[in-house]
């Protein structure tokens, strides 16, 4: 094969960007041979439940699905019957990188809500959280949340536990996008059910494509009255995969040990040391704190141009010229001092 890329080259745009991590790429290797059962009939989806269970309770069930777009679509819509909606974040992923699947292909209705950090409360979700019994407005049904959130910052275990007994206190249930799940647990040192299951979260999209996976993410229902008909709803949104033990053994390696938390340990770190690192460089402004691997800073455009030339990322917010940088669990010590070099060398020039 034609090599087509650096593979010495690392970009900070996304964590998806990087590649497979090798233990993952061999449970690809070992569950190759002979042939299993299609569909999720096969003993490595099935030795996935017991995995999922360790981590989030004996009630956990999972659905593996393609990708995060549909681990969140799958998942509200069997929250949610077609007269209700969903209460989420203004910055949430669902409202601002779906591309309106969730309205398009799940039916559902966004009740958004301005958040100084991409971080819901209580008191911001009674904003949205009104009209019972209104004929006229879509009925408030779920809270979604993020985390980590699309601004880089983290909730605490407390936090989501108040969201959810107020949630449930309204009648309301909870969903969780976990894309980055790993990486919050890591970054506050607690276990995943402490985000989740302890704190009263009910249905969870579970991510694992940005923490070393080559494709696959999960619905992962942790209140089984909270959510119907995921079987069938994951097959008519086409997330139903012929050969799912290849997904399966991919999240039995991540989970079944502790790559999931060295490999979003390594994430995190790596975001901190850019963050010191740009901080010390003149002219770098960094509008608010790093809690897991994102680093959010404001450049000079012309500096952002000439930069992005030689690194891929993405431009946040044109108007105030905010910029994020993600670390992955493949960035090195030397990648950020790379990058960070790369930063100071274009503000002096």
Excluded at 104 to 127: F, Q
């Amino acid at each position: 094969m034609i090599p087509r890329h650096d593979p010495q080259l690392k970009a900070f745009a996304s964590d998806n960007y990087a590649g497979v991590h090798p233990e993952i790429l061999q449970a690809i290797v070992q569950a190759n041979g002979g042939h299993q059962i299609a569909y999720g009939d096969d003993v490595y989806t099935e030795a996935l439940r017991q995995v999922f269970q360790r981590h989030f309770g004996d009630s956990a069930q999972v659905w593996p699905v393609f990708n995060g777009t549909a681990a969140n679509v799958v998942s509200l819509r069997s929250m949610t019957a077609h007269w209700e909606a969903v209460i989420c974040a203004e910055s949430a992923h669902i409202h601002t990188d779906e591309g309106g699947a969730p309205e398009v292909a799940g039916g559902i209705k966004l009740l958004t809500v301005p958040t100084p950090d991409g971080k819901l409360t209580p008191e911001l979700i009674d904003r949205q959280a009104w009209g019972f019994g209104d004929v006229h407005r879509a009925q408030p049904k779920v809270v979604s949340i993020s985390n980590t959130t699309e601004w880089g910052t983290l909730y605490t275990p407390e936090e989501i536990a108040a969201i959810c007994a107020h949630a449930h206190d309204l009648g309301l249930l909870v969903h969780l996008d976990g894309s980055r799940l790993t990486n919050a647990a890591a970054a506050l040192d607690v276990p995943m059910r402490a985000l989740t299951t302890d704190a009263g979260v009910d249905v969870l999209s579970f991510g694992g494509t940005k923490i070393g996976l080559l494709y696959g993410e999960a619905v992962v229902v942790l209140n089984p009255s909270a959510a119907t008909g995921v079987d069938y709803i994951r097959k008519t949104f086409m997330q139903l995969s012929s050969k799912m033990r290849f997904v399966s053994a991919q999240f039995e390696a991540l989970l079944s040990g502790d790559l999931w938390l060295r490999n979003a340990r390594q994430a995190n770190a790596m975001g901190r040391r850019l963050a010191e690192a740009v901080s010390r460089i003149p002219g770098v402004t960094l509008p608010r704190p790093v809690e897991a691997n994102a680093v959010f800073a404001i450049l000079p455009k012309d500096v952002t141009e000439r930069l992005q030339k030689r690194f891929r990322f993405y431009t946040w917010n044109e108007a105030t010229g905010e910029v994020r940088w993600m670390c992955a669990f493949d960035t090195t010590e030397a990648d950020v001092d790379a990058f960070a070099a790369a930063v100071a060398e274009e503000m002096r020039a």
